[in-house]
């Protein structure tokens, strides 16, 4: 669908990017600001900046020329997004904690490699995911074997929610006691390997990240009318409500079996707003741009400043959030923003 605005610039996506993001530092200030307990939401934050990842990748790379440098390219703008403001905050808190750093740990900090470790800025957690999902999405973008890296990363999830006695296969052993025994024995290795509670890169949250791939493709390669709009935002409410209702409305975390549900109710919802606003059923104008440009650096920035603003305004919950939302706008305008086109004006794969 050529003819439509490319969705990452529309006002509801990028409007629904900050709340997201003030959710998650809502989340932060109860102890400096109990009256801010009702907006603590950040695992709603966090699902949804999931699902809208997968959205925008989907839209911003759908008509990428079909060549081998196309995976590099992706990687590098990705890299781009993620790495320079995180290095800029990581830095000072680095430099704060120095001594307290165990063996290794700065190679961990620093490169935001997809496992599971302790993070300095607790918000980093959720970068991990991210390049994760980007490293194989980066592979699904290449010419002949994409479709198939595709085909079985989809498929290494799916196996994860499959019973154990399929998951297993222990009713092979008795087909042909050899060629059975090694079935069994290929999928143990296999189920070992996916069921690790560290790996980032074949979990039940990367349902999340496909449903919002799923919704993109759709958006990008058919033409949905106004209805399918007004029914998938009905449906994608109420699912996503009926998930809220299970995860204390947005305090806590889905379990493993009801994070589908929560993405498709979440996917549903994005994928309703965005025909909406592309159907010019309303405009959320430049500020909703702006403000969506200022969610990744209030996500990092907030909590390295949360602590000192505590120490140094204690009893001024409204100061702190003011001074972190200035932060978090001279970052975006002034630091972030000219660096994101100064490193993507650099044509490194053609």
């Not at 320079?84 to 704060?96: N, S």
């Not at 490293?135 to 890296?149: K, M, N, Q």
Request: hydrophobic share 55%; net charge positive; with cysteine.
């Amino acid at each position: 669908m050529t003819d439509q605005p490319s969705p990452p610039r529309l006002g509801a996506l990028e409007l629904g990017r900050f709340i997201a993001a003030v959710f998650v530092v809502a989340t932060h200030l109860p102890a400096l600001a109990p009256a801010l307990h009702v907006l603590a939401l950040g695992p709603l934050a966090v699902q949804y900046f999931f699902v809208l990842s997968g959205f925008v990748m989907v839209t911003a790379h759908h008509g990428d020329p079909k060549t081998w440098a196309r995976p590099l390219n992706f990687w590098w703008r990705r890299a781009c997004r993620i790495y320079p403001l995180y290095w800029l905050i990581l830095l000072p808190v680095l430099f704060a904690g120095w001594r307290t750093l165990p063996p290794g740990a700065l190679w961990h900090l620093v490169s935001l490699n997809p496992a599971t470790y302790p993070d300095i800025i607790p918000a980093a957690w959720t970068l991990r995911y991210e390049l994760a999902f980007y490293l194989i999405f980066g592979l699904c973008l290449a010419p002949v074997i994409g479709r198939y890296v595709l085909g079985f990363w989809v498929f290494s999830v799916l196996w994860l929610y499959l019973p154990p006695a399929i998951r297993w296969c222990t009713w092979l052993r008795g087909w042909h006691w050899m060629k059975g025994g090694l079935v069994v024995k290929y999928l143990a290795t296999l189920n070992v390997y996916l069921l690790q509670s560290s790996n980032h890169f074949v979990s039940p949250w990367e349902c999340l990240f496909f449903a919002g791939l799923a919704a993109g493709w759709l958006f990008v390669t058919l033409r949905p009318p106004l209805w399918a709009g007004m029914a998938a935002l009905l449906l994608g409410a109420a699912l996503c409500l009926h998930s809220l209702a299970l995860s204390k409305w947005g305090t806590d975390y889905p379990n493993e079996l009801q994070i589908p549900l929560a993405a498709l109710g979440y996917a549903l919802l994005l994928y309703g707003l965005v025909v909406l606003e592309a159907r010019q059923l309303f405009r959320c104008g430049r500020w909703a741009l702006r403000l969506g440009a200022m969610s990744y650096p209030l996500y990092i920035v907030h909590m390295p400043l949360i602590l000192p603003l505590g120490w140094m305004l204690p009893g001024h919950p409204a100061i702190t959030l003011g001074v972190i939302t200035l932060a978090a706008f001279a970052l975006t305008f002034y630091v972030d923003r000219p660096l994101q086109r100064l490193l993507r004006g650099l044509r490194l794969f053609g």
